[in-house]
Each structure stands twice: as C-alpha cells, then as structure tokens.
C-alpha cells in the first residue's frame, strides 16, 4: 500500500522556500545580501521565495551559506524501507 500524498509537488516546493526565507529573515539577510554571498542570482532568489523554483545547485549554495548544507547531506539518508522486497533487492 502506498501512502497517501497529501500536498502536490509545486506545494512541497513553495513549504521548502517559505522556511528557508524564514531562516533568512531571522538572521537578518537581504535577498540581495544572500545574492551577493550566494552566488545566486537576486531574480532565482526572489522567484524561488516566490514560487519554490529553483535550481538545485543554486538551492544548494543558498543552504551553504546559511550554514544548512547539512540539511541537504542528510536528504534521503534515512530512507526506511518500504517491504522485504527493497531489502533484497539492495543486497543483489
């Protein structure tokens, strides 16, 4: 049985971007200021809080500099099985 979804992509992609501004405003960082430490873009900056889109690279060096990139090394590492067949299929 599968679990049931219960927000669409785009929604999961605008959560992501809605804590990461918040992250950003409590340390008390421009969009432009992140911009310029980033490497990323003002505009994929903006968009992305706007809209959850953006680049995995640029969301990546956007999580570095506000010192989360553990979060990112961490994603999909504990990853539990779903049944015994994922079990032996990762052992072949």
């Known amino acids: 049985m599968e679990a049931l979804i219960w927000e669409t992509a785009e929604e999961l992609d605008k959560n992501l971007a809605l804590r ?28 992305f809080e706007t809209s959850g889109q953006i680049s995995l690279l640029a969301l990546t060096k956007i999580a570095m500099e506000l010192d989360m990139a553990d979060e990112l090394r961490n994603i999909f590492s504990q990853v539990p099985y779903r049944n015994i067949q ?6 072949r």
């Not at 994922?86 to 052992?91: C, L, T």
């Open 20 to 47: 990461v501004r918040k992250i950003r405003k409590r340390r008390k960082i421009s969009q432009q200021k992140l911009a310029d430490l980033s490497g990323v873009s003002y505009g994929s900056i903006k968009r």
């Open 86 to 91: 994922e079990v032996i299929n990762e052992s």
